[in-house]
C-alpha cells in the first residue's frame, strides 16, 4: 500500500507494537505462580496445569485480562503513528499539522491529505502543497497532479474528480481555481492554471463468446461491471488496454471467449491526464463450448 508516495509494505512492523500470544502469556503466568509456591514450599506443579483445578481458571482469566491489556497497549501506541491512527485519533494527529478532516472524509483519504501537508511544510510553493490544498476542497476531487511548464512561473494543476466519469465540471475547477490563488496559498511568483484531468472520452465495443449454460443476461451486467471497474481502478496515467477490458469480462465467468472491437488499439494516458469511458456496447456473437 501506498501513501503520498510511502510504500508502508517496505517498513518494519514498529518494535513497541507486540505481537500477542495468549497461550504463551498463560504459559508465563503458570511459571511464575509455579515458581513462587516452589519458593515457599508449595508444590503447584500438576494443579496449575490441570485443566479441571479451580486455579487453572484462575490462571487463564489473568492471562484473558493481561491479553487485552497489552492490547490496549498496542492500540494506543497505534494511535499516536500517523500511518495507524484512525478516526478521532487520526484527527487529533491532524490538527498539529493544521489539517481538518472534510465532512465525510474517510481516513484514508484523510491520512493521505495530511502526509501531503507535512511534505509541503516549506516555505515555497511545492508541489504537495498545492496538491494538499486542491484535495482538501471537496471530496469531489479524487486525485490531482501539480507540475510546472518548464522553467516559466505557469504551474498547471489538473484536477480528477471522484464522480461524473472522473471529468471535472466548470464548478469544480471554479471551486479550486478559488482555494489555489487564496492570498495564504498562492506564491507571488506563480501563475496557476487549473484544468480537469481528464483528456479523452473512449468508447468500448466488445463481443462475448459464452459457454453453452450461460445465460444471455450475462450481457446486461457486463457494461456495468465494466464501468464500475473503471470508475474504481482508473485515475491519472492510468492505460485504457485492451487486455484490462478482456480481463475484466472474463471474471464475469461464464464466458468461452471476448473479443475486443473498439478501442483497436491501447490508450495511453500521459501521467497528469486520465481517460473517462464513453459508451460501452456489449454484443453476445454466440455460444462456444
Given at each position: 500500500?501506498?501513501?503520498?508516495?510511502?510504500?508502508?509494505?517496505?517498513?518494519?512492523?514498529?518494535?513497541?507494537?507486540?505481537?500477542?500470544?495468549?497461550?504463551?502469556?498463560?504459559?508465563?503466568?503458570?511459571?511464575?505462580?509455579?515458581?513462587?509456591?516452589?519458593?515457599?514450599?508449595?508444590?503447584?506443579?500438576?494443579?496449575?496445569?490441570?485443566?479441571?483445578?479451580?486455579?487453572?481458571?484462575?490462571?487463564?482469566?489473568?492471562?484473558?485480562?493481561?491479553?487485552?491489556?497489552?492490547?490496549?497497549?498496542?492500540?494506543?501506541?497505534?494511535?499516536?503513528?500517523?500511518?495507524?491512527?484512525?478516526?478521532?485519533?487520526?484527527?487529533?494527529?491532524?490538527?498539529?499539522?493544521?489539517?481538518?478532516?472534510?465532512?465525510?472524509?474517510?481516513?484514508d483519504r484523510f491520512r493521505w491529505r495530511i502526509i501531503l501537508a507535512i511534505q509541503g511544510r516549506s516555505t515555497g510553493g511545492t508541489a504537495p502543497r498545492y496538491k494538499s490544498v486542491v484535495l482538501a476542497t471537496s471530496l469531489r476531487v479524487a486525485d490531482a497532479i501539480v507540475w510546472r511548464v518548464g522553467l516559466s512561473p505557469l504551474i498547471r494543476i489538473a484536477v480528477y474528480a471522484a464522480d461524473n466519469g472522473g471529468v471535472a465540471d466548470a464548478a469544480l475547477l471554479q471551486l479550486v481555481h478559488e482555494a489555489v490563488h487564496a492570498p495564504d496559498v498562492i506564491m507571488v511568483n506563480d501563475t496557476i492554471e487549473v484544468i480537469p484531468a481528464v483528456f479523452t472520452v473512449r468508447d468500448i465495443h466488445a463481443r462475448l463468446w459464452l459457454l453453452p449454460d450461460t445465460s444471455a443476461a450475462i450481457g446486461d451486467a457486463a457494461a456495468t461491471l465494466l464501468r464500475n471497474a473503471w470508475d474504481r481502478e482508473t485515475g491519472l496515467g492510468f492505460d485504457l488496454t485492451r487486455s484490462w477490458i478482456n480481463g475484466r469480462l472474463m471474471a464475469l465467468g461464464g464466458l468461452h471467449s471476448v473479443e475486443v472491437i473498439t478501442p483497436a488499439a491501447d490508450i495511453e494516458a500521459p501521467e497528469e491526464q486520465a481517460i473517462s469511458l464513453g459508451q460501452i456496447q456489449i454484443e453476445i456473437a454466440g455460444r462456444r463450448r
Open positions: 500500500m501506498s501513501i503520498a508516495g510511502f510504500d508502508i509494505s517496505t517498513l518494519p512492523p514498529p518494535q513497541t507494537i507486540e505481537e500477542l500470544d495468549a497461550e504463551a502469556i498463560l504459559a508465563e503466568i503458570a511459571a511464575d505462580a509455579i515458581a513462587r509456591a516452589d519458593a515457599n514450599g508449595v508444590n503447584l506443579r500438576g494443579i496449575i496445569t490441570h485443566e479441571a483445578e479451580p486455579l487453572r481458571y484462575l490462571s487463564e482469566s489473568y492471562a484473558a485480562r493481561e491479553t487485552r491489556l497489552r492490547a490496549r497497549i498496542n492500540d494506543t501506541y497505534r494511535a499516536n503513528l500517523i500511518l495507524f491512527a484512525r478516526g478521532s485519533d487520526l484527527d487529533h494527529q491532524a490538527a498539529f499539522y493544521d489539517s481538518v478532516r472534510l465532512p465525510g472524509e474517510g481516513d
